[in-house]
């Protein structure tokens, strides 16, 4: 079974703030997937990656497969960003969550 | 947007009753998976096809059965529906085309047992 480990579990910020959110797995996997669930509950992909590094706007993500963990970067932290973000290692066809991490930007 | 939709949306049932969660994607996926989500854990995998006819359980399969006999739909029923199997359900999509997969969710059912 693939634990997967996600810290902070809970993460308060200023708007404009740098932060980081840690995802840790047990097992080999193919790929890594983050996700964002808005407090309206939708969940939305926000990258897949097997290696290195991904940006997307404000968003970047690595990963170090031989070390077994990830990171979700976003820079200048908007109140918007407010939301649960979600790792899922991928091995397969099959996907393992985290528990998230709910983050809170303040104005 | 990968095109799922779930329905209902919200469900208020009582304990002993069958009930059926329908998810539906217009993109003809071959993976779909049905997850519960709640407070203090991850999503987790109730049950996910791989194609028409065929589906396997996951790790929450125990009171919950699956049929899909046609790409576009795969249902989720509670034979008798108990207090414990309130939660929200989501239906999610893998795209196979390309390495690795990448996976799109629905809108999610709530559903109260009550």
């Known amino acids: 079974k693939n634990e997967v480990e996600q810290s902070p579990q809970n993460l308060t910020a200023q708007e404009g703030e740098f932060i980081t959110i840690n995802c840790s797995y047990s097992?080999?996997?193919?790929?890594l997937h983050w996700l964002q669930q808005h407090p309206g509950g939708g969940i939305v992909s926000l990258f897949m990656l097997s290696s290195g590094k991904k940006k997307h706007g404000r968003l970047i993500a690595t990963i170090n497969i031989q070390e077994k963990h990830s990171s979700l970067h976003i820079t200048a932290s908007h109140p918007r960003d407010s939301a649960v973000y979600i790792c899922?290692?991928?091995?397969?066809?099959?996907?393992?969550f985290g528990t998230g991490t709910s983050l809170t930007v303040i104005p | 947007d990968a095109g799922i939709t779930q329905s209902p949306r919200h469900k208020v049932t009582e304990t002993g009753t069958p009930v059926t969660l329908r998810c539906h994607q217009t993109?003809?996926?071959?993976?779909m998976y049905w997850y519960r989500q709640d407070p203090g854990h991850g999503l987790r995998l109730i049950h996910y096809s791989y194609g028409v006819k065929d589906t396997d359980k996951g790790e929450v399969s125990d009171g919950y059965s699956v049929s899909r006999s046609k790409t576009e739909d795969f249902l989720l029923t509670l034979e008798s529906a108990t207090s414990s199997q309130t939660s929200v359900y989501f239906c999610?999509?893998?795209?196979?085309?390309?390495?690795?997969?990448?996976?799109?969710f629905g809108p999610g059912t709530r559903l109260t047992v009550t």
């Open positions: 999610a999509i893998s795209t196979t085309s390309g390495t690795p997969y990448e996976q799109y």
């Open positions: 993109e003809n996926h071959r993976y």
């Open positions: 097992v080999g996997i193919s790929a």
């Open positions: 899922a290692p991928v091995v397969g066809n099959q996907f393992y």
